[in-house]
């Protein structure tokens, strides 16, 4: 305790310096806590943008659908799948999709785009496509031969709203089929993919289209929360054959983005560390100054029977408690910080070509994951820890004599 | 039995292997006895301070043995000396002897606190030697509020709180004025008489000799003239 007591009152002694290392230990850690949260922000908006746009949180196929899109790969046991899937936790709701590779074109100009039937009714509970019309409007139930398509590949095939366009593709039956859709809608998310290579058609028109009956291809889940998927895809497991279907989170189907996330992460790891450094380096400057200036006062401790483990625990402690200081001024600041850019946002609308193909928001608020903040806390204690073993070793490795009488 | 014994101590100093050495002590051999009130005293670099740091734990001699209380400290390791210092010996330096961040209490109880004795007992003891020395109105004062002579009274206190074997004063009164120094001087003598606590100091000062029961002549880093210091005495 008296070296606890020791440890505050020298701290005390030069309150400039101990204010300036405290300082430098807490913009720091905010700097981090706010990098961390903007990241997070981004990450997650990021995440759930593709979800709520695209993918929701859990699709069920019938299997090697994904890979080859073939139309003859019709989800199998639909019904009793969808009855059961209904009845499952954290399901907050469910659409049909089928979907294909087809050819959209006028006389003039065509495209490769995947083609995706929905219905309308439930679509709009599971993804937010709805609210990215910008001109025309949405799919409605009983929508025969009306489709929608992106802004960019309007433009590509320059067709406009009410305008005719023909969609061909390959039936179940393998025979080419196609058929005249008027553009009831243009939509721009953002997104490249969805604006540049998607069309969309009822349910219904695809059936008829591909043939399938009364058959679909894809089950689209949408849970309430999306850290309810592990649960989620244990329950399925029970419902679902292994070899006959496939059943794929968000994130194997769109693994782009956790790569990039695991990449952006990388890099604020490698800023994390540079940081840390110039902090640790500052903590060790003070507290070796500190040491110096203390020689002879340490040396009469020692003197008078104060082991060199009590001076080094007395350094250490010194370095530990100027940390903590920073890190509950970092935390304050940080949290502050990332709190108000989580309500006001950052924006970046000159961005949003660049940030089109990873599905970011042009405003970011900032958000940062607990785990983060807990992660540096820990890589700065344990590295100001190490580091701060300098000037205490230094300190307990001191001769009394010497340290006394030295001139 | 004497409580420290120096037995023909060499003390070599040799700053670097091709540099001549410094012979700061040459075969001394001392006894100091219980209760005695000893000065050294001798020119500038004739070893007195060497000696102290020697009999004090704080240095090892090159040559020789040195028993304090019976046991021989030249061969024990550092963190027995490191004890040794806490429980038998009491330092007194010129200055600067108490830690500045701490109360003039607070560095009496510091000694007191590595013997791991516990809060109410360490304050007991430290108020009670602080009233017996008269210095219980600084108790709460930190050192730069004390004046020197105030300073060394509490560097006094502390070093005979835990009741050491020996007390070692180096100088401890060459920051002092005459008045203020032999005032110190004459309050060790009267604590030595009273308590039996045995001093041994290195000094400048004939004042600062005259009451010494025995004095100790280094020159050169060997032993004069004990007798004559007897003498003195007499
Ligand atoms: N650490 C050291 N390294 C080298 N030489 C030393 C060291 N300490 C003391 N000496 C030398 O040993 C000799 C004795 O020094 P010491 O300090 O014991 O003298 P002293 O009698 O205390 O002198 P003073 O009255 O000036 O304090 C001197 O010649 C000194 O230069
Ligand atoms: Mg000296």
């Not at chain 1, 961390?36 to 949180?57: A, K, P």
């Not at chain 1, 408690?321 to 304050?332: P, S, Y």
């Not at chain 1, 990332?338 to 970046?348: E, K, N, R, S």
């Not at chain 1, 540096?376 to 307990?396: D, E, N, V």
């Amino acid at each position: 305790m008296l070296l606890l007591k020791l440890a505050f009152l020298n701290i005390g002694r030069n309150p400039r310096r101990s204010a300036i290392t405290v300082l430098a230990v807490g913009v720091g850690l905010a700097a981090l806590i706010f990098l961390w949260g903007f990241s997070d922000g981004t990450n997650n908006q990021m995440r759930e943008n593709v979800i709520r746009l695209l993918t929701g949180h859990v699709q069920i196929h019938a299997a090697d659908f994904q890979k080859t899109l073939s139309a003859e790969l019709i989800i199998p046991d639909r019904i009793p799948v969808l009855e059961k899937i209904k009845a499952l936790p954290h399901v907050s709701s469910m659409t049909e999709r089928a979907k294909c590779e087809a050819l959209i074109g006028t006389s003039e100009k065509s495209r490769g785009i995947l083609l995706t039937g929905i219905d309308p009714t439930s679509e709009i509970l599971v993804t937010d496509l709805k609210n990215y019309i910008k001109e025309g409007e949405f799919l409605l139930p009983g929508d025969e031969r009306k489709a929608i398509i992106g802004d960019r590949l309007a433009e590509k095939i320059q067709v406009g709203l009410g305008d005719k366009v023909v969609i061909m593709t390959q039936a179940m039956d393998g025979t080419l089929s196609g058929y005249a859709y008027q553009l009831k809608g243009i939509f721009h998310t953002g997104s490249q993919t969805l604006d540049e290579v998607s069309a969309y058609i009822t349910l219904n028109s695809a059936q008829d289209l591909l043939g399938l009956g009364e058959e679909t291809h894809e089950i689209v889940v949408r849970l309430n929360r999306r850290d309810a998927i592990p649960t989620f895809l244990s329950a399925i497991k029970e419902i679902v054959s292994q070899d006959q279907h496939e059943v794929l989170t968000w994130n194997e189907i769109m693994p782009e983005v956790e790569q990039w996330v695991d990449w952006s992460e990388a890099i604020i790891r490698t800023i994390l560390m540079a940081v840390m450094i110039v902090i640790g380096v500052s903590i060790m400057n003070t507290v070796l100054m500190s040491v110096l200036e203390r020689t002879r006062e340490l040396g009469v401790m020692m003197a008078i029977g104060t082991t060199p483990g009590q001076v080094i625990r007395l350094i250490l402690l010194e370095t530990f408690v100027l940390e903590l200081f920073g890190i509950a001024l970092g935390l304050l600041g940080g949290y502050l910080v990332t709190f108000y850019f989580g309500q006001v946002g950052i924006a970046f609308p000159e961005l949003e070509r660049a940030f089109s193909r990873s599905y970011m928001s042009t405003v970011t608020y900032t958000h940062v994951e607990p785990f983060h903040v807990v992660q540096s806390i820990l890589i700065l204690l344990i590295m100001t820890s190490f580091i701060g073993l300098y000037p205490a070793w230094k300190a307990g490795r001191m001769e009394p004599i010497k340290a006394i009488y030295r001139p | 039995m004497p409580i420290v014994q120096v037995n023909n101590v060499t003390k070599v100093f040799k700053e670097r292997s091709n540099s001549i050495p410094v012979y700061a002590l040459a075969s001394v051999s001392i006894e100091i006895e219980e209760g005695a009130f000893t000065a050294v005293c001798g020119p500038s670099g004739s070893g007195k301070t060497t000696l102290l740091n020697l009999i004090g734990c704080l240095d090892r001699p090159t040559e020789g043995t040195i028993t304090l209380g019976g046991e021989a400290i030249s061969s024990l390791p550092q963190r027995k000396l490191s004890a040794l210092r806490l429980n038998k010996i009491g330092f007194i330096f010129q200055e600067y002897n108490l830690i500045p961040t701490l109360t003039a209490i607070e560095n009496v109880e510091y000694v007191l606190w590595l013997q791991k004795v516990s809060a109410h007992e360490r304050r007991k003891r430290a108020i009670e030697i602080c009233q017996r020395f008269k210095i219980d109105k600084l108790v709460n004062r930190r050192p730069f509020q004390m004046s020197r002579g105030q300073q060394q009274r509490v560097a006094v206190a502390r070093a005979i709180v835990h009741k050491p074997s020996i007390v070692l004063g180096d100088e401890l009164t060459a920051n002092l004025d005459h008045k203020t120094g032999t005032e110190l001087m004459e309050f060790l003598r009267e604590l030595n008489e009273k308590e039996n606590i045995t001093f041994l100091y290195a000094t400048h000062d004939p004042a600062m000799m005259k009451l010494a029961h025995r004095i100790i002549s280094l020159q050169d880093g060997k032993l004069i003239n004990e007798k004559a210091a007897i003498q003195t005495d007499l």
